[in-house]
Nanobody, 126 residues
Framework: EVQLQASGGGLVQAGGSLRLSCAVS????????IGWFRQAPGKEREVLSC???????YYADSVKGRFTIARDNGKNTAYLQMNALKHEDTAVYYC????????????????????WGQGTLVTVSS
């Protein structure tokens, strides 16, 4: 059974930092593209960052320079380090997995991901 477990969310003041983790089981993690998405109340889900097997990455403009994605294939875990958080970063954050190497134009599309974690809430107080 494929499972993705996102954790690390919480309440933080603006300007603070959080690190999200996505623990994966049930598939060969190193073969997968991992993406981080978020959805704020009343808004559509948006892609934040993605990482493929060779550790190449993609960042949305909204988080570039503030967020860093990483993966540890030995631990079957992906991470999203979030710095300089803003109130507008408040959302439920999801990790997702696609069993293939996605090109940049594809990895930004949520429909390309087969498996999703349950989400972890990040609240940034202003």
């Amino acid at each position: 059974e494929v499972q993705l477990q996102a954790s690390g969310g919480g309440l933080v003041q603006a300007g603070g930092s959080l690190r999200l983790s996505c623990a994966v089981s049930g598939f060969t993690f190193s073969d997968y593209t991992i993406g981080w998405f978020r959805q704020a109340p009343g808004k559509e889900r948006e892609v934040l960052s993605c990482i493929i097997s060779d550790h190449s990455t993609y960042y949305a403009d909204s988080v570039k320079g503030r967020f860093t994605i990483a993966r540890d294939n030995g631990k079957n875990t992906a991470y999203l380090q979030m710095n300089a958080l803003k109130h507008e970063d408040t959302a439920v954050y999801y990790c997702a997995g696609a069993p293939r190497t996605l090109i940049t134009s594809s990895m930004r599309q949520s429909r390309e991901y087969d498996y999703w974690g349950q989400g972890t809430l990040v609240t940034v107080s202003s």
